[in-house]
């Protein structure tokens, strides 16, 4: 990709003081981007901006804001203080999310569980919310959600991670079509298995609190290394590009599927219900019952 793919476009990320919103941060700034990074920690914040601040081109900005996105009255002092620094929003990602309780749903706090999802959903719907406005404005946009496990399948014991997840796949493949006439993309994306924050989350919680299946899948992913984090961050930055054709609306996994060739296969794909979540009837699995 041109390091100057992005020169002059303006780059909300949230989540982005560590793992893969930190590395979707610095993908950007390289390609020449302005980014405008949120996260909870405004040490960890601030360590970020002291290393992109080596890196950037004079003429890039980078502008950090520690917020909590479960609060409302944050986003909107997030968003109001975006275009305080910059002009028009191009691109949005919205990356930060927690587990939240883990184990049996009976065992959980309630307002953890609440909390988690104030933060995983209501958050990136919110600032959604708030930043459509801008971009029928300017009649184009990007919105990038970040997706997680539990988003497609069952995942017992996170129940309101994966729950959080599912709901934000949907909310996605139906804004995208309220969006779809102003130039407005929105996707989600399974960064795959990452070997970040989350995932010493789940061992530190144990097979009591996370399932013995899981957690042993958990501890292979650290012995073998989990997904790249740059299969993502190119996934992004695709998504994102003048050049990528304008698909919308989609579950794009940056690991298992064929997107770095899409163009090839748009006009198939941009009809089709590929790469979204969809209920299976017994005759999808070649059953002779269940279906009139």
Known sequence: MDKTEFKGKNVFI??????????????????????????????????VYDEFIKIKEPSQKII???????KEDQCEKAVEYF???FTKVDILINNAGIIGPKGPLENSNWLEWKYAMNIN??????????????????????????????????????SAY?????????????????????????????????????????????PKNVGEEFYKKALLQ??????????????????????????TGKLISAIWDDWENIKEFFDELKDSDVYTIRRITAKDRSFSWGDL
């Open 14 to 47: 949230t989540g982005a003081s560590q793992g893969l919103g930190y590395a979707i941060a610095k993908g950007f700034l390289q390609n020449g981007a302005n980014v405008f990074l949120c996260a909870r920690s405004k040490t960890k914040l601030q360590k």
């Open 64 to 70: 950090i804001l520690p917020i909590d996105l479960s």
């Open 83 to 85: 275009f305080h620094n």
């Open 121 to 158: 959903l209501f958050g990136s719907i919110y600032l959604i919310f708030k930043f459509i406005p801008h971009f029928k404005e300017q009649n184009s946009g990007t919105i990038i959600q970040l997706s997680g496990g539990g988003a497609t399948s069952p995942l017992p014991y996170m």
């Open 162 to 206: 994966a729950t959080s997840k599912a709901a934000l796949i949907r909310f996605i493949e139906t804004i995208s079509l309220e969006l779809k006439e102003f130039n407005i993309t929105a996707n989600s994306i399974a960064p795959g298995p990452l070997n970040t924050r989350i995932l010493d989350e789940f061992l530190e919680a144990g």
């Open 222 to 247: 650290k012995e073998t290394g989990g997904a790249p984090l740059k299969k993502a961050v190119d996934l992004c930055l695709y998504l994102a590009s003048e050049t990528s054709p304008k698909i």
